[in-house]
């Protein structure tokens, strides 16, 4: 089989081609998904994630994690396929393996391909820490859920991240038939993490309201994965 180590060896990223599957894609339908590597035509999504695996590195090291850390970013295998006449999903991961859509709709550009990375390296941490969204989070996830169901301006307080469904126009945090949306919620939230501090780091301040300021549930959950995952490392100011 065809496999390489991504141009940043010391973060032991292996690259190769994924399955030929047709994957029920929730309320996505069927896609039929084919190997496709990240060569000729399609050559720029290896630049992309390579820069995408370099700035995430980039930003562990700056957290400053204790050894073990309680969060993996390093040692993954990238998997790459093309969907057939769809552009969903970007994205998918388990089992320290990331799966990556070189026709998906938000790998268009390195801060989407960087994003999705990012989303995803945390639905693997999820799974290692045996579930821990499902676990910890669900309870106030559902109960958002059932105030708001899919009614945007309801679900705009409590939403981590902007990313929505195109054919629907519902925050992918609370897209319905999705697999166990609570999961998406997580990574979402991860997202919103990283890109707080990464904000604090640079500018000293947060051009919008910091995600754990908001409603009840928000700081709950911010706290929760801050002290699981990112070793209770958080430089946004108290509310
Ligand atoms: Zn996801």
Redesign the pocket.
């Known amino acids: 089989m065809w496999v390489f180590l991504i141009a940043l060896a010391d973060l032991d990223v292996k690259v190769e081609p994924g399955a030929d599957e047709m994957m029920d894609g929730g309320f996505r339908g069927q896609i039929h998904l084919v190997p496709q590597l990240p060569t000729g035509k399609y050559k720029q999504h290896l630049t992309w994630a390579t820069q995408a695996f370099a700035d995430i590195d980039a930003f562990f090291t700056g957290l400053d994690l204790p050894d073990p850390a309680p969060y993996r970013w390093r040692s993954i295998t990238l998997q790459f396929v093309r969907s057939v006449g769809k552009h969903t999903p970007s994205?998918?991961?388990s089992k320290w393996t990331i799966t990556y859509n070189v026709e998906g709709s938000l790998m268009t550009s390195a801060a989407g391909v960087r994003e999705t990375l990012f989303?995803?390296l945390f639905?693997l941490n999820d799974e290692e820490h045996g579930d821990w969204s499902g676990k910890t989070l669900a309870a106030d996830y559902d109960a958002i859920v059932k105030k708001c169901g899919t009614k945007p301006s309801c679900l705009a307080p409590y939403a981590p991240n902007d990313t929505k469904v195109r054919a629907t126009g519902t925050y992918?945090a609370f897209q319905p038939n999705n697999g166990s949306s609570v999961?998406?919620y997580a990574?979402e939230l991860a997202v919103r993490y990283w890109k707080e501090q990464t904000e604090i780091a640079k500018s000293g301040k947060l051009s919008h309201k910091a995600f754990k300021c908001g409603p009840a549930e928000n700081a709950r959950a911010w706290q929760a994965l801050v002290g699981e995952f990112f070793a209770g490392r958080d430089g946004v100011p108290a509310c």
């Open positions: 994205a998918y991961a989303h995803e639905h992918y999961h998406e990574a």
